[in-house]
């Protein structure tokens, strides 16, 4: 069992930046692919970032490439979400979540998520 609690989300005009947390609970973090999704008003959950479990490998939606950095410290029980030059498209509701899977993409795949931290870009 996994417990997620993300934090860090707020406010920010375009072309700004936030840095979203999240801290798992339970001693098998390590062992998980963790992933970033977000959902918009209207809209469908989707898919931002994910990180595998040693680190080494990391996926972008490709409209987060070269924008958002996803990484993690497995010490910390801790996975991060660096988000540069933000979009007011970029507001919604991002989710951290967590899967045994060893990559993975959709929504479905994922077995644990936190309740959620607000992004809200203004233009």
């Known amino acids: 069992q996994v417990q997620l609690v993300e934090s860090g989300g707020g406010l920010v005009q375009a072309g700004g930046s936030l840095r979203l947390s999240c801290a798992a609970s339970?001693?098998?973090?390590?062992?998980?692919?963790m992933g970033w999704f977000r959902q918009a008003p209207g809209k469908e959950r989707e898919f931002v970032a994910a990180i595998s479990w040693s680190a080494g490998i990391t996926y972008y939606a490709d409209s987060m490439k070269g924008r958002f950095t996803i990484s993690r410290d497995n010490a910390k029980n801790t996975v991060y979400l660096q988000m540069n030059s933000l979009k007011p498209e970029d507001t919604a509701v991002y989710y951290c979540?967590?899967?045994?899977?060893?990559?993975?993409?959709?929504?479905?795949?994922?077995?644990?998520w936190g309740q959620g931290t607000q992004v809200t870009v203004s233009s």
């Open positions: 339970g001693r098998t973090f390590s062992s998980y692919t």
């Open positions: 979540a967590a899967t045994r899977r060893y990559s993975s993409t959709r929504v479905y795949e994922y077995d644990y």
